[in-house]
């Protein structure tokens, strides 16, 4: 039989050597677990019962209170650190977040998407800022910042990776100057874009450019000329993306660029300033621009429902909704009830709306 288009087999019969080799191993981690629970426990902090818990956790990084565990070592280890430590030298302290963070390289590259491992691994670089001097503390985050990027080269689309990278972005502009922290906004913005370049689909990269363009704005003291020439730009590449109209990540993306045109949003957007004629002149040119990517793609949702939203937009400003429009809102509505059938109560109750 099949499932999904994919053909099931049956699982191959296990030998009994195999299945004792099996039971074996299940003997030997129940065993590794109970010796790590009583150490921890008996509040046996030496560096064997680190050892144990590394070998735990490369069988299993999912088993989150086994990370607690490590924490409360780490702790104790921190903490005899910081006696033999002075104001000459920080190095043991220095040794122990380095060779842990080195530890967790091989489980990220194993499992890039536990979460247990980078908060672990969060926990470690925050003790770092906390426990080493600055220059110390930044160069460790800096050396973070490098790792982070080859892990997205790997996986592009690891969310995990993503939202960490911002993290270790922020941390970076804290620990830097002030030309320092607008230099890195720049620079990531720069980065996001390079990576919606080499796949348009990386959801991950449309989202982080989202959350820089602001930020970007504001560190910079743009004018609204300079906003409006942003907001210009992002258009313009969101129409070179749409070369591909059933890629959904891109429409998420044009769907924010919307918010913008927005009366009761616009004010928290990268151009608030822009007057009632300019917004209605962009959704118009909009609806346009969407129409033409329909020719040819008449049974993707995903233009209609674009459709839609400029145009209920254009009554938004405007404060009504003319009757052509609303006809023409219909006749799309008519086309996604079809097309996303799953869907079709919804799109009936907004039809109930207009």
């Given at each position: 039989m099949a499932s999904h288009g994919v053909r099931r087999f049956k699982p191959v019969e296990k030998t009994p050597e195999e299945r004792q080799q099996e039971l074996q191993k299940i003997e030997d981690y129940r065993s590794l677990e109970h010796l790590v629970s009583d150490k921890v426990a008996e509040h046996d902090y030496?560096?064997?019962?680190?050892?144990?818990?590394?070998?735990?956790?490369?069988?299993?990084?999912?088993?989150?209170?086994?990370?607690?565990?490590?924490?409360?070592?780490?702790?104790?280890?921190?903490?005899?650190?910081?006696?033999?430590?002075?104001?000459?030298?920080?190095?043991p302290i220095l040794s122990l977040i380095k060779n842990d963070l080195m530890f967790l390289i091989p489980l990220l590259r194993s499992f890039p998407?536990?979460?247990?491992?980078?908060?672990?691994?969060?926990?470690?670089?925050?003790?770092?800022?906390?426990?080493?001097?600055?220059?110390?503390?930044?160069?460790?985050?800096?050396?973070?910042?490098?790792?982070?990027?080859?892990?997205?080269?790997?996986?592009?689309?690891?969310?995990?990776?993503?939202?960490?990278?911002?993290?270790?972005?922020?941390?970076?502009?804290q620990l830097g100057s002030l030309d320092e922290a607008t230099g890195i906004?720049?620079?990531?913005?720069?980065?996001?874009?390079?990576?919606?370049?080499?796949?348009?689909?990386?959801?991950?990269?449309?989202?982080?450019?989202?959350?820089?363009?602001?930020?970007l704005l504001d560190?910079?003291?743009?004018?609204?000329?300079?906003?409006?020439?942003?907001?210009?730009?992002?258009?313009?590449?969101?129409?070179?993306?749409?070369i591909d109209p059933y890629d959904q990540s891109v429409w998420f993306y044009h769907q924010n660029l919307l918010c913008v045109f927005d009366p009761t949003v616009a004010d928290r957007t990268m151009a608030p300033n822009l007057s009632t004629s300019?917004?209605?002149?962009?959704?118009?040119?909009?609806?346009?621009?969407?129409?033409?990517?329909?020719?040819?793609?008449?049974?993707?949702?995903?233009?209609?429902?674009?459709?839609?939203?400029?145009?209920?937009l254009v009554s938004k400003v405007t404060g009504h909704l003319s009757p052509e429009d609303r006809d023409q809102i219909l006749s799309w509505l008519s086309e996604l009830k079809q097309l996303d059938s799953l869907r079709e109560q919804r799109w009936l109750d907004f039809e109930r709306t207009l």
């Open positions: 030496s560096s064997d019962t680190l050892t144990k818990i590394s070998e735990l956790l490369n069988r299993n990084p999912e088993y989150y209170t086994i990370w607690n565990y490590r924490r409360q070592v780490m702790r104790h280890h921190f903490s005899e650190a910081a006696d033999t430590a002075n104001e000459d030298t920080i190095q998407k536990c979460y247990w491992i980078w908060n672990y691994r969060m926990w470690l670089l925050d003790e770092a800022r906390r426990m080493l001097p600055l220059p110390e503390a930044h160069q460790i985050w800096q050396e973070e910042f490098a790792l982070v990027g080859k892990m997205l080269t790997l996986d592009s689309r690891n969310f995990h990776g993503w939202g960490y990278r911002r993290v270790v972005v922020e941390t970076l502009k906004t720049q620079k990531e913005f720069e980065y996001a874009k390079k990576m919606i370049g080499a796949n348009l689909s990386n959801f991950s990269a449309w989202h982080y450019r989202t959350k820089l363009i602001q930020r560190e910079q003291s743009a004018t609204d000329n300079e906003r409006r020439k942003m907001l210009d730009d992002e258009l313009s590449l969101i129409h070179q993306a749409l300019e917004r209605l002149q962009y959704l118009r040119q909009e609806i346009d621009n969407v129409q033409e990517i329909l020719d040819g793609a008449e049974d993707c949702k995903y233009i209609y429902q674009a459709l839609i939203e400029c145009t209920v």
